[in-house]
Nanobody, 122 residues
Framework: QVQLVESGGGLVQAGGSLRLSCAAS??????MGWFRQAPGKEREFVSF????????VFADSVKGRFTVSRDNAKNTVYLQMNSLKPEDTAVYYC?????????????????WGQGTPVTVSS
């Protein structure tokens, strides 16, 4: 069973950057997503990455500001977040996809990390 552990969240001023990490154990990450959930809101899709083709997909709200990379040796995926805005404040989760193809739906992800909080102050 895949286990995912996120880290790297914290408090940052608007315009700043953070890099989140998602370390996997118990299996390789073939496709994975990043989601976020702000207080009182539903969990929303942020990005998708598949190792087989290097395909990445980003939500419109973060496109051009967030990037994804991977360290195969560490079986870790990173979410680099630049030009952060207060509306990016949320708990960020990484999740392992059930399938190898793109999906932005929560139900298409089988394993989830515990989440790491990100707070962007104005």
């Amino acid at each position: 069973q895949v286990q995912l552990v996120e880290s790297g969240g914290g408090l940052v001023q608007a315009g700043g950057s953070l890099r989140l990490s998602c370390a996997a154990s118990g299996g390789r990450l073939y496709s994975m997503g990043w989601f976020r959930q702000a207080p009182g809101k539903e969990r929303e899709f942020v990005s998708f990455f598949t190792a087989s083709s290097g395909t990445t997909v980003f939500a419109d709200s973060v496109k051009g500001r967030f990037t994804v990379s991977r360290d195969n040796a560490k079986n870790t995926v990173y979410l680099q977040m630049n030009s952060l805005k207060p509306e990016d404040t949320a708990v960020y989760y990484c999740a392992a996809g059930r399938y190898g193809t793109f999906s932005s739906l929560v139900r298409d992800y089988a394993y989830w990390g515990q989440g790491t909080p990100v707070t962007v102050s104005s």
